[in-house]
């Protein structure tokens, strides 16, 4: 019987994955109105995610957000549970069917219907994140969880062992055009 897939560390750039399935945690500067509107976030980057023991280390700086990215092979039935844990309050767990869903771009508060963005240093509005938890799904296997939590860079760098990422640099984003 061949083993179960867990979470790791991709090798080229630390990116989550599972099995064939790349999580990918893509920053833009934190809206002023606390929630996402409209159309995805351009990307100012992928952040650094990094193993430490049992748990997974995601650095965000104050007033910056990201949206998660999900990339993987289309022939992989996969499910996938995304719960938030805010600092104060709950979240809902949200079911993402892969490979149909490629980007989840914020999370809901039990009871209502806002997007708030993912971030570590929210508003009033948009509320601080402590941690997520994904749980992934494949077939026969048992689920596997993987707790990844939010830290400013100056934590992850001591904790890790690995450089924390350059300050978000508004003029990052793609500038030029789509090939047709």
């Known amino acids: 019987m061949s083993e179960p897939p867990s979470w790791s560390i991709t090798p080229d750039f630390p990116q989550?994955?599972?099995?064939?399935?790349v999580v990918s945690f893509q920053r833009y500067a934190l809206p002023e109105t606390g929630l996402i509107e409209g159309e995805l976030p351009s990307s100012l980057g992928a952040l650094p995610v990094a193993a430490v023991g049992r748990r997974f280390l995601l650095p965000v700086a104050f007033g910056e957000a990201f949206w998660i990215g999900l990339a993987m092979e289309a022939r992989v039935?996969?499910?996938l549970r995304l719960t938030p844990v805010p600092a104060e309050g709950q979240a809902e767990e949200?079911?993402?069917?892969?490979?149909?869903?490629?980007a989840?771009?914020?999370w809901r508060r039990q009871?209502?219907?806002?997007?708030?963005?993912?971030t570590r240093s929210g508003t009033a509005v948009s509320m601080s994140l402590?941690?997520?938890?994904?749980?992934?799904?494949?077939g026969k296997y048992p689920p596997a969880t993987a707790t990844i939590e939010l830290v400013d860079y100056p934590a992850y760098a001591a904790r890790s062992g690995q450089p924390a990422p350059?300050?978000?640099d508004p003029e990052a984003g793609y500038k030029g055009y789509l090939l047709p």
């Open 130 to 138: 402590a941690e997520l938890r994904l749980v992934a799904e494949a």
């Open 16 to 21: 989550l994955a599972f099995g064939t399935l």
């Open 77 to 79: 039935a996969l499910q």
């Open 94 to 102: 949200e079911r993402i069917a892969l490979p149909r869903v490629r």
């Open 166 to 168: 350059d300050q978000l």
């Open 111 to 118: 009871g209502d219907a806002s997007l708030r963005p993912f």
């Open 104 to 106: 989840i771009p914020g």
